[in-house]
C-alpha cells in the first residue's frame, strides 16, 4: 500500500464518505440547455446525492467543445492540482471525449490521479480507472474517441473549404470592414483611413514610414489589435486585396486537431481567392496603382536596375504546358500606360499549338501572367517563409540601441527616442519588405511554373515544400 492509498482510507474512514469532485466541459451556445453549466451542475449534484457514501466536493466546468488538448483548460488544470493536493477522492465525468480526447492524454491524466489515490469514473462509458482492466478499456475507448475526433475534424475542415468557396468569409474585423454573419461591411470610420493612406502613398508620393509618423501626429487611433501606426502596418494595408474587394482565405491553416495549433499556410492546402467579393473601399485602378509603385520603387532602389540580369524572375518562369522558360513582354494599358507580364516563349515564338510544315508539333497554349501577380505570388510566399520577422526586428533594433546608448551622441532623451523610433521603423519597412527584395527572390526561387491562369505551383530553393496557388468562384 502506498502512502496516496493510505491517505485516501484515513479520510474515508474520518468522515464516512468519500469527497466526489465532478467534471465538464460546458456549452458556449446560449440555445445548447442540455450542456449549459445549470443543467449539468444539477446533474451532477443529484447524481451524488444518490450514493450515500459520497459527498460533493466541488463541480470543475471549462467552457466549449473543444477537448483535444489541456492547455486552456484552466479548470481542468486545476482540479488536477486540487487532486494531487489531497482535496478529493474522486472525479466524476459524463465520458472519455469530456475528460480529454486525446488518447495518450487520457491516459497520462489518470494514471496521474490513481498515483494520487483519486480514481475517475465515467459514467457513460462505465469505466472506473480503479478497476484493474480499466486502462486497457479506456485506451480502446479513448481511441475511439479521438478518431471521431479526427473525423469531425476533417468534417468540419471540408464544410468551411464549400462555404469559402461560395464567399462565406472566416475571419475577423479589420481596419475599414466589419465581418458579420460571414459577410464583410464597410466600416466608415476605418474606411476613411484606408482611403488617407492610399491617397498619401499614391497621390502624395509619400513612403510607408512617413505615413505612419503623419498618422501617429495628426493623432488618429490605430487600428485594432495594434499599438500603434508603424511602416509595416502600412504596408500591409497598401497590399491587401480585401481592399480592392477580393478575398484571399486559406492563408493559415491547422495541420493537428489535436493542438488546434495554426500554421502559415506554406502551400500544404490550396488558396482561395475570389475577386469581386465585396464591396470595395478603394479602387481595382488605385490598389494597382499602389502595388505598381512598390515594384517600381524596388526596382530602383539603390541602383538595382543597373544589374544585368533586372528581372529576378528571369529564366525561373516555366510553363506548366511545354517546359519552356517564360519572357518578359510589356504591354500597354487602356489608359496607355505599361505593364511588364511574362509569356510561355514557345508561345511568343510559334503561337498557339500547331503542326509546322515539317510536321513537327509546335507553339503552345500556355498562358501569360502579369509581372505584379507573380510578384503578389512570391510576396505571400515569403509572409509564409519570415513568420520569425518580428524577431529579426527586435534584434536589429536591439544591435542599434546598444550601439546608440553606448556612444557618445550629443543628444537629448528626446532625440534619441526620435531618432530610435526612426530607425525601427526603416527596420520593420525592410523586414516586412517596403521594397520587392529582387536579390532576394534570386536567390532563393526555383521555379514557378504556370500550368494556367488559375494555377501556379511555386518551388524554392532547398526547401522540399511546393506552394501552389488556385483561384476558385468567380476568379
Not at 466589419?178 to 461591411?185: A, E, H, S
Request: proline share 2%.
Amino acid at each position: 500500500m502506498n502512502k496516496y492509498e493510505r491517505l485516501n482510507q484515513e479520510r474515508a474512514t474520518t468522515d464516512g464518505k468519500k469527497r466526489a469532485a465532478a467534471y465538464c466541459r460546458v456549452s458556449t451556445d446560449k440555445e445548447d440547455q442540455a450542456n449549459s453549466f445549470e443543467s449539468q451542475q444539477r446533474y451532477f449534484r443529484e447524481y451524488i446525492e444518490r450514493n450515500p457514501d459520497w459527498e460533493l466536493y466541488e463541480i470543475f466546468a471549462d467552457e466549449g467543445f473543444s477537448g483535444t488538448n489541456t492547455k486552456k483548460r484552466k479548470e481542468f488544470n486545476r482540479m488536477m492540482a486540487c487532486a494531487k493536493a489531497g482535496d478529493f477522492d474522486l472525479i466524476l465525468t459524463k465520458e472519455i471525449s469530456r475528460f480529454a480526447r486525446n488518447t495518450l492524454d487520457s491516459i497520462y491524466y489518470t494514471r496521474e490521479l490513481k498515483k494520487h489515490g483519486v480514481g475517475v469514473i465515467f459514467l457513460n462509458d462505465n469505466i472506473n480507472t480503479m478497476d484493474g482492466d480499466a486502462e486497457l478499456r479506456l485506451a480502446i475507448m479513448a481511441s475511439i474517441a479521438q478518431e471521431e475526433s479526427r473525423r469531425t475534424s476533417e468534417r468540419v475542415k471540408w464544410g468551411q473549404r464549400r462555404q469559402m468557396e461560395q464567399g462565406v468569409v472566416f475571419g475577423r474585423d479589420m481596419l475599414g470592414y466589419d465581418v458579420r454573419g460571414g459577410r464583410m461591411y464597410i466600416n466608415e470610420e476605418g474606411a476613411g483611413i484606408v482611403r488617407l493612406i492610399f491617397h498619401k502613398f499614391v497621390n502624395e508620393g509619400k513612403g510607408a514610414h512617413v505615413i505612419a509618423r503623419e498618422l501617429r501626429e495628426e493623432g488618429i487611433p490605430p487600428m485594432r489589435r495594434v499599438k500603434e501606426w508603424q511602416s509595416a502596418v502600412i504596408l500591409r494595408t497598401i497590399r491587401n486585396e480585401k481592399y480592392c474587394g477580393d478575398l484571399v482565405q486559406k492563408k493559415t491553416y491547422t495541420p493537428d486537431f489535436l493542438s488546434h495549433e495554426k500554421k502559415v499556410n506554406r502551400g500544404q492546402e490550396e488558396f482561395i481567392i475570389i475577386k469581386d467579393h465585396h464591396e470595395p473601399i478603394i479602387s481595382r485602378e488605385m490598389f494597382e496603382k499602389a502595388n505598381r509603385i512598390l515594384e517600381e520603387r524596388s526596382l530602383s532602389q539603390k541602383g538595382r536596375a543597373k544589374y544585368s540580369n533586372r528581372y529576378p524572375f528571369s529564366g525561373k518562369i516555366k510553363c506548366g504546358c511545354c517546359g519552356s522558360s517564360y519572357v518578359a513582354r510589356y504591354k500597354t494599358r487602356k489608359d496607355g500606360s505599361k505593364y511588364k507580364a511574362w509569356r510561355c516563349n514557345e508561345a511568343v515564338r510559334h503561337g498557339r499549338p500547331h503542326v509546322d510544315a515539317a510536321g513537327n508539333q509546335a507553339g503552345c497554349r500556355g498562358v501569360s501572367i502579369r509581372n505584379e501577380d507573380v510578384v503578389h505570388i512570391m510576396y505571400l510566399v515569403s509572409q509564409s517563409l519570415t513568420y520569425d520577422r518580428d524577431k529579426i526586428t527586435k534584434n536589429l533594433t536591439a544591435i542599434i540601441q546598444s550601439v546608440v546608448g553606448g556612444g557618445d551622441r550629443k543628444q537629448g532623451t528626446d532625440g534619441k527616442k526620435e531618432f530610435m523610433r526612426e530607425i525601427t521603423n526603416v527596420i520593420a519597412e525592410i523586414v516586412g519588405g517596403m521594397q520587392y527584395e529582387d536579390e532576394f527572390y534570386r536567390q532563393i526561387l526555383d521555379k514557378l511554373v504556370v500550368h494556367d491562369c488559375d494555377t501556379i505551383d511555386v518551388f524554392l530553393k532547398l526547401i522540399p515544400v511546393k506552394w501552389s496557388y488556385r483561384s476558385a468562384g468567380n476568379s
